[in-house]
């Protein structure tokens, strides 16, 4: 069982940037694919970006291209979003997830999920 916490959220202004955390506590020499999440209030859940486990690959929604980042520390199986140029739209709370199956862009794809990090854009 892989546990994963964020870390990073909080309030900015519109135009402001944050980084956002993501440690997986299972001390193991594998390493996962794994994913940011957001969900607005009254809304679904929806994709953000991802990252393989070799780091060499990333993908993006068409919403936050341009403007977040998701990076990662394989030694430490940390993985981390940057958000640059934030707005009020992007006020969520955002999930963490590793160890896909299926359509990484499908939420019910991804095995495990941290308890999500709550981020605020004001205008």
């Known amino acids: 069982q892989v546990q994963l916490a964020e870390s990073g959220g909080g309030l900015v202004q519109a135009g402001g940037s944050l980084r956002l955390s993501c440690s997986a506590s299972e001390r193991t020499n594998r390493r996962y694919d794994m994913a940011w999440f957001r969900q607005a209030p009254g809304k679904e859940r929806e994709f953000v970006a991802a990252i393989t486990s070799s780091g060499r690959s990333t993908f993006y929604a068409e919403p936050v291209k341009g403007r977040f980042t998701i990076s990662r520390d394989s030694a430490e199986n940390t993985v981390y979003l940057q958000m640059n140029n934030l707005k009020v739209e992007d006020t969520a709370v955002y999930f963490c997830?590793?160890?896909?199956?299926?359509?990484?862009?499908?939420?019910?794809?991804?095995?495990?999920w941290g308890q999500g990090a709550q981020v605020t854009v004001s205008s």
């Open positions: 997830a590793a160890d896909p199956e299926g359509t990484f862009t499908n939420d019910d794809a991804w095995a495990f």
